[in-house]
């Protein structure tokens, strides 16, 4: 049986869990905490990062979007990455935007949970500068579709619902609803799967 080493606020971990679970892949989920002294992460990825896939003969597999690609492989259910090349260039865009995104907001997270006195207010802007204008053109390219990429269900999807269900756990105070109602519909139309409700992250 395969585990996941995860957190319930990682947004990376999350799409490899949502992942998982349209694919109807059995998978241990196994949470850890980053900080504790026998956290076992380091010994399954040498960058000490979540979300970590250990495989049944013990190797392992990190980086969110080799896992989602390995476990989109597993089985022909439901490819939530196009076979067709050009599309699935398109899902992998999305995807990067979106976790770009994510990696500006927690860089800003972090900055601001440093010692008073330490934080810089220049990088917090300049991150949260950039996920300001990623969500700008998130929700442009998503127009009035109901999906990113060719009206059908993707990683794209997963990953955009993702990073907006993080900000609405650490930066409630963006209002992103109301400047971006695109947006704002999807992660509606998000929250009604099951994989989606089963995985909210949870203040830690």
Not at 9 to 22: G, M
Not at 65 to 80: K, M, S
Request: glycine share 4%.
């Amino acid at each position: 049986m395969m585990k996941l080493l995860y957190s319930n606020t990682s947004p990376y971990a999350r799409k490899v869990r949502i992942v998982a679970a349209e694919k109807r892949i059995d998978v241990t989920m196994v949470p850890v905490v980053l900080a504790a002294a026998d956290c076992p992460v380091n010994d399954h990825n040498p960058l000490g990062k979540i979300p970590v896939l250990i495989l049944a003969d013990g190797d392992s597999l990190y980086d969110s979007r080799v896992i989602v690609e390995y476990l989109d492989n597993r089985t022909p259910l439901a490819h939530l990455l196009p076979q067709d090349h050009s599309a699935r260039v398109w899902v992998r865009r999305w995807e990067a935007l979106a976790d770009g995104v994510c990696d500006a907001a927690i860089a800003a997270v972090m900055e601001g949970r440093r010692p008073e006195g330490m934080q810089d207010a220049a990088v917090i802007a300049k991150q949260l500068g950039k996920v300001e204008r990623g969500l700008e053109k998130l929700n442009a390219d998503l127009e009035k579709k109901k999906w990113c990429v060719n009206d059908t269900f993707s990683l794209a999807d997963i990953a955009l619902g993702c990073v907006l269900g993080y900000l609405e756990l650490r930066y409630a105070e963006l209002d992103w609803k109301q400047q971006y109602p695109n947006l704002a519909k999807h992660y509606a139309a998000m929250m009604k799967r099951p994989s989606f409700k089963e995985t909210v992250p949870h203040p830690a």
